[in-house]
């Protein structure tokens, strides 16, 4: 059975960090790219990070610098380390691959960034 479980999120104050996780489960993790995605109120779901196989990864402009995903193909699992955080990166934050043949989407994970 295919699938994904995030954990992780929270309520942080700005310029706060939290570690994201993502537990995959009936595929072969290892041989994906996998990404971090987001999905504000009212907004589309945007990917914010990805990790190839390879380990190369590549961010989208709003969290170059902030944010680092990592992989541990033992473990099946990727990580979305945040740091600095801010207000518009409150958001639900999902995983999964990060170039089609997605997997069911799983429940998320809420940051909440407040004062």
């Known amino acids: 059975q295919v699938q994904l479980v995030e954990s992780g999120g929270g309520l942080v104050q700005p310029g706060g960090s939290l570690r994201l996780s993502c537990a995959a489960s009936?595929?072969?993790?290892?041989?994906?790219?996998m990404g971090w995605y987001r999905q504000a109120p009212g907004k589309q779901r945007e990917l914010v990070a990805v990790i190839t196989s390879g380990r190369s990864t590549d961010y989208t402009d709003s969290v170059k610098g902030r944010f680092i995903i990592s992989r541990d193909n033992a473990k099946k699992t990727v990580y979305l380390q945040m740091n600095s955080l801010k207000f518009e990166d409150t958001a639900v934050y999902y995983c999964?691959?990060?170039?089609?043949?997605?997997?069911?989407w799983g429940q998320g994970t809420q940051v909440t960034v407040s004062s």
């Open positions: 999964n691959k990060a170039r089609g043949d997605y997997a069911p």
């Open positions: 009936g595929f072969i993790f290892s041989i994906y790219a």
